[in-house]
């Protein structure tokens, strides 16, 4: 205990108090401590939690749950922070986060909250992210690349590297823009956003609503909306007429 420090081959530690199992290469932590391999590509900062240098697992954990700094793993540009953190041996297991859940990149560009996350590698190489709120907080995902920040918050999402659906009770708003509806497909490469199940836009004093929709995006902002099924158009008069077509 105490101003601890190690040095060790690819690993550096430094730590309030630990037990340091040399023989076995595990850590096991009992106050607030950083972990970094040295080529920086696994970062930990926690209060509690134990880690085998060999595998690169374990688990990890704040101080006290629902108040104080979250336990926090950088694995390369992805930050993971929740009360507690769950590092599987098998890169193909996910990994798990419950609690205050927080997920964003290191550029700060986007960040996602929730109460239960998982990060998966597959086989293709590919991370599928999924993240889950609970009956007092919803999932929320922002992203700030555009000159609006996009806020998207539903029940449950999945984040993968070229679409992320966001599904169910989904509420999105953008600048002077907002949407909600059941399901949401947000499609990266061709800068698209599919609404299913009766969605419904605002866009300045326009209300549009449909069986389904389209949003076109032009860097990261809406551009062009269609509509299939049912469609209608209502614009606000003022607070006593509206205009429907």
Known sequence: GGDVEIMDGDWSVASDSLHWDEKKAKLYFFGN??????????????????????????????????????????????????????????????FTAQGRVEILDTAHVWKVWGTHATRQQEA??????????????????????????????????????????????????????????????????????ELFGSPLTWLEDWLLKADSMTWQLHENEPERLSARGHAGLVFDLDTACMQQI
């Open 124 to 193: 293709s190489g590919e991370f599928a992210v999924s993240v889950a709120g609970d009956s007092v907080s919803r999932a929320r995902y922002m992203d700030s690349s555009s000159s609006d920040t996009l806020w998207l918050v539903s029940d449950s999402m999945e984040i993968r590297s070229d679409w992320t659906r966001f599904w169910p009770g989904v509420h999105l708003i953008q600048g002077g823009a907002a949407a909600a509806c059941d399901t949401l497909f947000w499609e990266a490469e061709s800068e698209r956003i």
């Open 33 to 94: 401590s950083h972990v970094a391999q040295r080529d920086s590509s696994l970062e930990i900062h926690c209060f509690h939690g134990e880690f085998d240098q060999e595998s690169q697992s374990g688990w990890v954990g704040s101080e006290k749950e629902a108040i104080g700094p979250l336990a926090r793993v950088r694995q390369e540009d992805v930050w993971l922070e929740a009360d507690r953190l769950q590092v599987p041996k098998d890169s193909l297991e996910p």
